[in-house]
C-alpha cells in the first residue's frame, strides 16, 4: 500500500524487482485526499503439469499472481 500526489505517478514496476517477485513492502494508508494503490502478490503453486508449460513458473513451479486496485482517500473536514 503506497500514496501518491497524482494517478499519472503511479508506477506498478517499482512493487517487483526484476525477476518479477514482489518487493519494496510499504504499508502507507495516506490521509486525507491522497492517491492509493493497494497491490497484492500471492504466490501459487501449479500443481497440473500441463498448466506449467504454458504460464510463467519458477523452478519449482510456482506463479507469482498480482492484484491490484488505485483510489483516493475521501476528503476530511471536522465538523465539530
Not at 34 to 61: K, M, W
Amino acid at each position: 500500500m503506497r500514496t501518491f500526489d497524482d494517478f499519472g505517478e503511479i508506477d506498478l514496476d517499482d512493487f517487483v524487482d526484476e525477476d518479477g517477485n514482489a518487493s519494496g513492502n510499504q504499508f502507507t494508508p495516506g490521509s486525507a485526499g491522497e492517491i492509493v494503490v493497494v497491490r497484492v502478490a500471492y504466490q501459487y503453486n501449479i500443481v497440473t503439469p500441463y498448466l506449467d508449460e504454458f504460464l510463467p513458473t519458477d523452478a519449482n513451479g510456482n506463479l507469482m499472481l498480482f492484484a491490484g486496485t488505485a483510489f483516493k482517500n475521501e476528503p476530511f473536514e471536522n465538523a465539530l
